[in-house]
Antibody, heavy 121, light 108 residues
Framework: QVTLRESGPALVKPTQTLTLTCTFS??????????VNWIRQPPGKALEWLAR???????YYTTSLKTRLTIFQDTSKNQVVLTLSNVDPVDTATYYC?????????????WGQGTTVTVSS | EILLTQSPGTLSLSPGERATLSCWAS???????IAWYQQKPGQAPRLLIY???SRAIGIPLRFSGSGSGTDFTLTITRLEPDDFGVYYC?????????FGQGTKVDIK
């Protein structure tokens, strides 16, 4: 059974760096075609794709946040980490990690339950 | 960036009725790489359709997707009470991946 679970702080202050961890099981990110993504959803708003890391360590970021985002993996721990620097209240959202279809297509077939982050002083 | 516009914003229907949800892309979506998701309050989205018309594992036959180029449709035949929620389309033909703003389906 494939599962993903997000973890991280519930509250961060403006200008700080947010660090989120996605711990997954049931698949290996070392296998060809596997990708893990981060997606966020501000309260009452639509979904926004943020970043993706591939089995071969290729990384992709959304254009508008590219300078503030970093994604990396800890293969030994089955974890994918996302950092977002210089956070602002507009970064308040539920952050999800999700797996791409095993063939590498970016339709997201398994999602974590999400972690809610509030940016406030 | 490909902008996806969904219509209508809200759909109120009775059980047994047919729901037709539209998704328009600002430019042609490569290989019709469109997915549809259902999201209920407090839950993560659930993948329904990928590649515009392929049902994800475990998705009932009453959900179907169609379309090509810039115009895509999700159809739910014979709505059931459990089908309420917000439905999002998403394109993965071009980076960055983008989502529509959602269509809310209310069951009368």
């Amino acid at each position: 059974q494939v599962t993903l679970r997000e973890s991280g702080p519930a509250l961060v202050k403006p200008t700080q760096t947010l660090t989120l961890t996605c711990t997954f099981s049931g698949f290996s990110l070392s296998n060809a075609g596997m990708c893990v993504n981060w997606i966020r959803q501000p309260p009452g708003k639509a979904l926004e794709w943020l970043a993706r890391i591939d089995w071969d360590d290729d990384k992709y970021y959304t254009t508008s946040l590219k300078t503030r985002l970093t994604i990396f993996q800890d293969t030994s721990k089955n974890q994918v980490v996302l950092t977002l620097s210089n956070v602002d209240p507009v970064d308040t959202a539920t952050y999800y990690c999700a797996r791409s279809l095993p063939s590498g297509y970016d339709a997201f077939d398994v999602w974590g339950q999400g972690t809610t982050v509030t940016v406030s002083s | 960036e490909i902008l996806l516009t969904q219509s209508p914003g809200t759909l109120s229907l009775s059980p047994g009725e047919r729901a037709t949800l539209s998704c328009w892309a600002s430019q042609s979506v490569n290989n019709n790489y469109i997915a549809w998701y259902q999201q209920k309050p407090g839950q993560a989205p659930r993948l329904l359709i990928y590649h515009a018309s392929s049902r994800a594992i475990g998705i009932p036959l009453r959900f179907s997707g169609s379309g090509s180029g810039t115009d895509f449709t999700l159809t739910i035949t014979r709505l059931e009470p459990d089908d309420f929620g917000v439905y999002y389309c998403q394109q993965y033909g071009k980076s960055p991946r983008t989502f529509g703003q959602g269509t809310k389906v209310d069951i009368k």
